[in-house]
């Protein structure tokens, strides 16, 4: 049998700019690589980011910084209760001197869009990014329009019992490939912040370090990464025992399945190898997983996590 070539995506190019855009963020947050390396898993992935957590913790921080770093257009969109549909996609104005309609893009034409605090805005306006976001189109008057390629939405958002937010529709969460949280720093990393950014804001000295285009073929040579038919059945077996998990009420779907492939699929490129491992599917497990599994009401009830149940759920099934 001939051994497989070596993927271009796994060459010192590669590996060289995952290390400089991780570090372009690592100068702005501090003491959280974990949560770095899954925000460059999922943008290389062609996914979205969820970024949840209370506020003050850097989660607007950290999509600003990821998006400052790599050269291409970001647009922030700040959600709130009376933001508008049209407000994020744009609407079609008539000219009286032409008699024609003219489509004015929205802010969701952008490579990297930030939507900051995402719970803030009500359903309808939220529903306006279901389309963008699984189909890369927006359609205004019956006229489909394309969205720039590479494209990443990176949300932030409050937990769903802080004032004044709206939870988001499963149907919404379950188009964002992964949701992290950042959670409160270690002593050492906040002596740190405190002691190097109380004079000067960091992100303001931050610089590209990555072009848009070869950000392009990065995310093109990331889709050679090798998955076998024994490996993909692993994954359903995942997902399948997520849905007959008796703490589950609502399991992973064909879709988060396809997504934790792509996931795996990247961080298995980031780590130097051209083939997904079954380490590679634990890892990105959580992030792909605990936004989109919904607990039964008795879980709730009696405080159950829902990582807990993740990690019960792969240490319980094998790959046969």
Request: with cysteine; proline share 7%.
């Amino acid at each position: 049998m001939s051994a497989q070539p070596t993927l271009p995506s796994l060459d010192a190019s590669f590996r060289s700019n995952c290390q400089r855009v991780s570090e372009a963020v690592q100068s702005v947050i501090t003491g959280k690589p974990e949560a770095i390396t899954n925000a460059l898993v999922v943008l290389l992935a062609q996914g979205h980011l969820l970024v949840e957590d209370v506020p003050g913790v850097g989660k607007t921080m950290l999509a600003k910084s990821l998006a400052r770093s790599v050269d291409c257009t970001v647009h922030r969109i700040q959600f709130t209760p009376d933001l508008l549909p049209s407000d994020v996609t744009g609407v079609s104005v008539y000219s009286p001197q032409t008699h024609e309609f003219t489509f004015h893009p929205g802010p969701i034409f952008a490579n990297i869009v930030i939507a900051d605090e995402i719970n803030r805005a009500n359903a309808k306006t939220q529903s306006a990014l279901l389309e963008c976001m699984e189909e890369q189109q927006v359609t205004v008057d019956s006229i489909t329009h394309p969205l720039q390629r590479p494209f990443m939405v990176v949300a932030t958002q409050n937990p769903v019992d802080s004032e004044g937010t709206f939870a988001l529709p499963e149907a919404q969460r379950d188009r964002f490939m992964g949701r992290i949280s950042m959670g409160y720093p270690a002593r050492d990393a906040e002596v740190s912040m405190l002691t190097s950014h109380h004079s000067h804001q960091p992100l303001e000295s931050l610089v590209p370090v990555l072009r848009q285009v070869d950000l392009q073929m990065m995310i093109e040579q990331v889709n050679l990464v090798t998955v076998t038919e024994r490996l993909g059945a692993y994954v359903v077996d995942l997902g399948r025992a997520t849905r007959q998990h008796p703490q589950v009420s609502l399991g992973a779907s064909p879709r988060a399945l396809l997504q934790w492939v792509r996931a795996s699929k990247s961080y298995a490129a980031i780590n130097g190898r051209d083939h997904v491992l079954p380490e590679d599917v634990r890892a990105v497990a959580p992030m792909v997983l605990s936004h989109r599994l919904i607990l039964t009401r008795r879980a709730l009830a009696d405080g159950v996590d829902v990582e807990n149940v993740v990690q019960e759920i792969i240490s319980g099934t094998p790959i046969s």
